[in-house]
């Protein structure tokens, strides 16, 4: 899939893409905060988490976290 969408971006001229990624490990710490969860990384230089490792092999950076991206607002009844 990476690799698909990667590969369309090229055929397209698109200068990057931009993807929203979850981390697939993070609920095992739901303590730390997003941001400094998303910027660990192993002693190869990859991030701990297991989803964002693929993504930066593939290619992609960590930029920056949604905090607000799942959060749904609404009023009651």
């Keep these: 899939m990476l ?3 990667r590969d ?3 055929a397209l001229a698109l200068g990057e893409g931009v993807a929203p990624v979850r981390p ?9 905060p997003m941001a400094e969860y998303a910027r ?3 002693p190869d230089g990859l991030p701990h988490d297991p989803r964002l ?4 092999r593939a290619g992609a950076v960590v930029d920056s976290v949604a ?11």
């Design 8 to 10: 369309n971006a090229r």
């Design 24 to 32: 697939s490990a993070e609920h095992l710490e739901p303590r730390t």
């Design 67 to 77: 905090p607000v991206s799942m959060s749904v607002s609404g009023s009651p009844g």
């Design 53 to 56: 490792r693929v993504h930066v």
């Design 3 to 5: 690799t698909a969408m």
């Design 40 to 42: 660990r990384t192993r």
